[in-house]
Every structure is written in structure tokens, then in C-alpha cells.
């Protein structure tokens, strides 16, 4: 064991995308996004390793090198994707986890695929592990591992992370088997949240569940102490900065306003297509203005770049549905020939092209129903380094808490992001300036590096990271 890596990171996904090379060779490139840009120099100076699937089914690439991370591949079978990626944790524990906004579905079957590919993930681990290794497990896909992690390797310091928000004491009761997945999230040393409120949530849970003793940050478990705090997590603010200060983005942004109509302002969404993330409310809202005369074809226009996500879950399929009749509905009522007011988008876009988006908006809108934290929100504020454009955020993301600054809406109720809509188009520019100023002093304070250096350092010595 004494040869195994030091740092090891467990994710459901590895970092990697595969890509065709030019003479048709399979070759593996380092996926983009700011959890992997803040943890690959890491893993790559403290010798690391990433266990994790590699997004295909049946695949049984080996262990690899990619751009310096060590990769450490755990196969999943079709149905292993069914039960226990489609199943469980995508239509069981995440729509849970978010308050219902969908029902979520029990089976027992994606329950036990669930604990049985949770094992193949610790036992991986703890093969590659050297002895006293920091193990970092992240997200709700993961949550029994750390618990069997330490009884395969109780030499470990184990993190884990939970991207998503944790519900309620009362909403967790209802899932089956609750007390294993708690008892799952305590193998760890170190529960990181996105919110205080979540943390506590989770501790009260152990008092009300398990009959332990929380107190302050942490509860005393099996003769260890637990960890729980909030680590808000944030963007590689450096890489969207220089994105936004790239010529040829700026002229692309340019190029996008004057495709849209230079006089027409523009609101825009960019999320992954999840009921979580309020864009029928929003396209209604959008809608009813129009509907109402408060805004009208010739003076704005709404993009909104939805990216495929889960397309084989039932609810993801019916939601893009709906999305799509309602976009319909609205331009076949308010369009003209060459001049539509919804411009829908079910395509995932390069950085470049996002951030060129995200240059060309005058009203930002991001209003999940629940969201852990919302990375878009911190990138557009990120890439405003012209202090302008507004943002329309829900009360509900991790990211109103930070970004108390923005148009702050309750995505539930639709006569209210109306108001916020308006409010937001009629701020006068010092007002948004003002407004952006803050929200980016904050962003720029708390990038992706400085969240992991905390986490890992609390992991190391809980009490030396909190002073
Ligand atoms: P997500 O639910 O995926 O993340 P989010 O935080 O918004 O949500 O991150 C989405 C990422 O995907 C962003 O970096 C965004 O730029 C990118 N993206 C969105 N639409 C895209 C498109 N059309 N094309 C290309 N890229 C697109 C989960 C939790 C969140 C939490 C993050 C990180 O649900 O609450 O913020 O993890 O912890």
C-alpha cells in the first residue's frame, strides 16, 4: 500500500471527455469546468489520483495518465447507468435533495445497484490510497463510500462534498434506508456543505436519527469526531476573466447583439435542462410579459441555452417537452417573420461561446427553484469586467447568499420574477453598476482554488483552518 497516491479524488465522473483523434484514434482530453482546474494542480503536485466512471457504459479503458492526472477508471455496466446513476441517484436522491420539486421514485432494485456500485468506488479507492492518504469523495451519487471507505482503510483522512443542497430533517425521514445513507456521509472526517444551513441540517439529523450529540460543527461518532461546515464552492475566476478580455470573444459577443438586434436588449438563461433549475417559470414569466404589453418583440429578446442532460429519465424527456411547446407557443404568438422573441437553444457551448453570451447581456436570469450553489451565476459576474449588466438570481441557489446584490426573486411565484424581470431592465446603469461592482469584488475574493485549499486544510486540521 506504501506505493499508492497520496491524494486520491472520488467522483462519480472522471475529469476526462473522450475525442477522435485526426487518424481516428480514441484519445482522452481533461474536461472543462472550475472543480477540475482547481483539483488537477493539486492531485498533479501532491501526486494524485481521480477515481471515477469514465461516462460510457461497458467501457473497460485501464488506469491512465491525462495532462498529469492519474486515472483510475471504475467500469459501470448499462444497467449498473440504469439503477444506479438513472435510477437512484437522479430520480431518487436529487429530486429529494431539492425540495420535490419533482416526486421522486423508490425501487428497491436501484437501491441495492446503489450500494453495490457505492463499494466498487470505495474498494477503488482504497486500492489506490497510500498509507495515510487524503481521500476527497464528492457528491450525492457517493454517499455511502466514506463510511465504507474507513472500514476498509481506517488509516485515511476522508472528505466528502455535496454539491447539491441537503434537505430538511424532515424530507431526508422519508427516503428508504436513511439511517445507512447518514451512517454512509459519517465514515468521513469532514462533511463539506454549499450552505451553514445545510450543515445543520445534517447534524440535527444525526441527533434526531441516530440519537447522537451534536455540538457547534461537529458530533462524535464511533470514537471519531465529524466534521460539518459549509465551503461555498466557486469558478476558476481567473480563466473566465482572460475568456472575457479575449478579442475574439468580444467580437463574438459583438457579432451575437447585432444578429439579435442591436435595439433590442437581451435577457439570457444558460443551464443544464433540470426541472431544478425554474426555466418553464422563467419562459412563462418571459411570456407573460409580452402577453400583458410590458415588453414587447421589437425591444427584447430571451436566449436560453439549455444543455442535454439525463435524456434517457422520463422527467427530463417530459420537461423538454413542455420547454419546447411553451417556446413554441410564445413565438408563434408574438414573432414576426425574421424577428422571434425566444431564441431556445437544447445544445451545450464552448466556454468561449459563453462567456461571449454572457458579454452581450443586459439581464442575466438565474432562477432555479433549488440549487446547491449555481456556478452561472458567479461566471456571468465574473465576466462583466465592464461592470455592467444586470442579474435576476432566486432566493433559492447557494449563490444568494453571496450575491445579495443581484434582483433577488422567489422563482415559485411568477407575478414576482415579472417584477424582477422589469426591475432589472429598468435599473438605471449606475444603479447595475453599482450593483456589479460589489457582487464582483466578492466572486473575485472567492475563487475555485481558494474553496479547495479551505476544504482540504479543514481537512487536515479542523481546528487550525477555522481561526
Ligand atoms: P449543476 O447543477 O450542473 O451543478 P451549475 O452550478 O450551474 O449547475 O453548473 C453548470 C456548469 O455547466 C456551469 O459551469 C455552466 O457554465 C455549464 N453549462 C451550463 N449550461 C451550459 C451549456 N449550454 N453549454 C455548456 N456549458 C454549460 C451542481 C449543483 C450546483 C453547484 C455545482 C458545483 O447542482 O448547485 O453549483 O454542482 O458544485
Known sequence: MGDGYSFVVVANRLPVDRTTGEDGEQQWTRSPGGLVSALA???????????????????DTGPQEVDGIQLRPV?????????????????????????????????????QAYEAVNRRFAEAAAEVAADGA???????????????????????????????????????????RRAELLRGLLGAD???????????????????????QPHDDRVGYEGRTVVARAFPISIDVAEIDRLAADPAVQWESDRLRADLGDNRRLLLGVDRL?????????????GELLAEGAVSNDEVVLVQVATP????????????????????????????????????????????????LYLATDVMLVTPLRDGMNLVAKEFVAARRDELGAMVLSEFTGAAAELEDAFLVNPHDVEDLK??????????????TVRMRRMR?????????????????????????KD
Do not use: C
Open 41 to 59: 494542480p493539486i492531485a498533479r503536485t501532491s501526486g494524485g489520483a481521480w477515481v471515477g466512471w469514465i461516462g460510457a457504459p461497458d467501457d
Open 75 to 111: 467500469p459501470l455496466s448499462a444497467q449498473d447507468v440504469d439503477r444506479y446513476y438513472e435510477g437512484q441517484s437522479n430520480s431518487t436522491i436529487w429530486p429529494l435533495f431539492h425540495d420535490l420539486v419533482e416526486p421522486p421514485v423508490h425501487r428497491r432494485e436501484w437501491r
Open 134 to 176: 487524503t481521500v476527497w469523495v464528492h457528491d450525492y451519487q457517493l454517499l455511502l463510500v466514506p463510511a465504507m471507505l474507513r472500514s476498509l482503510r481506517p488509516d485515511l483522512r476522508i472528505g466528502f462534498f455535496l454539491h447539491i443542497p441537503f434537505p430538511p430533517v424532515e424530507l431526508f425521514m422519508q427516503l428508504p
Open 190 to 212: 469532514l462533511v463539506g456543505f454549499q450552505r451553514p444551513l445545510a450543515a445543520q441540517n445534517f447534524l440535527q439529523l444525526t441527533g434526531s436519527l441516530l440519537g447522537l
Open 274 to 286: 433540470d426541472y431544478t433549475k425554474g426555466i418553464e417559470q422563467r419562459i412563462e414569466a418571459f
Open 309 to 356: 442532460s439525463r435524456i434517457r429519465v422520463a422527467q427530463y424527456q417530459q420537461l423538454r417537452e413542455r420547454v419546447e411547446r411553451e417556446v413554441g407557443r410564445i413565438n408563434g404568438e408574438y414573432g414576426a417573420v425574421g424577428r422571434v422573441p425566444v431564441h431556445y437553444l437544447f445544445q451545450s457551448r464552448t466556454p468561449e461561446e459563453l462567456v461571449a
Open 419 to 432: 417584477r424582477a424581470m422589469l426591475a432589472a431592465l429598468d435599473a438605471p446603469p449606475d444603479d447595475r
Open 441 to 465: 469584488s466578492r466572486v473575485h475574493g472567492h475563487d475555485v482554488d481558494r474553496w479547495a485549499r479551505q476544504f482540504l486544510d479543514a481537512l487536515d486540521d479542523p481546528d487550525r483552518a
